[in-house]
């Protein structure tokens, strides 16, 4: 992991019944690095157990970022350990952001379209989108998944 941050878990939020939101903070208060809509950080969860998670918070804030965990039944490792495990106060080492997937800056309008825990770098990139990225035209409709079914 480059250049790694210790930054502590100050909130946990059940979403559903499967997923946990984290809140994570710097320990000193100072800005964390910034990202852009669709990035995510590596988190060490223990020896040899090192995950990446999308951030999904807005890009503008600085102060914290938040990921987002769903609990896979059959995990041995990461989303297992953060739902089982990590409670606030907890420090973990975060890897900077990284973006392999960025929202391209266009006028056109932009379609979000994600499934399951797949949705959390839309939900960056819908904060950013609100706020002007790109000077996209917005509407932003959130469809439950539970209409697919």
């Not at 710097?26 to 969860?45: C, I, K, Q, R, Y």
């Not at 020896?47 to 970022?65: A, G, I």
């Not at 499934?115 to 839309?122: A, F, Q, Y």
Request: charged share 20%.
């Amino acid at each position: 992991m480059h250049d790694p941050m210790t930054l502590r878990v100050t909130a946990i939020f059940w979403e559903t019944e499967t997923v946990k939101r984290f809140e994570l903070r710097p320990l000193d208060g100072t800005p964390l690095p910034p990202f852009t809509p669709g990035a995510h950080v590596g988190v060490e969860l223990g020896p040899n157990l090192f995950r990446s998670y999308s951030l999904m918070n807005s890009p503008r804030e600085r102060h914290r970022y938040e990921i987002g965990v769903a609990l896979d039944r059959n995990s041995q490792g990461g989303s297992r350990y953060c739902h089982e495990r990590l409670r606030p106060g907890d420090l973990l080492s975060v890897s900077p952001p990284r973006n392999t997937f960025p929202l391209a800056a266009s006028e056109a309008p932009a379609l979000l379209i994600g499934g399951g825990i797949g949705v959390t770098p839309l939900i960056s990139m819908a904060h950013a989108l609100s706020a002007g990225f790109g000077n996209s035209r917005t509407s932003i409709s959130v469809i439950p998944g539970h209409a697919f079914r």
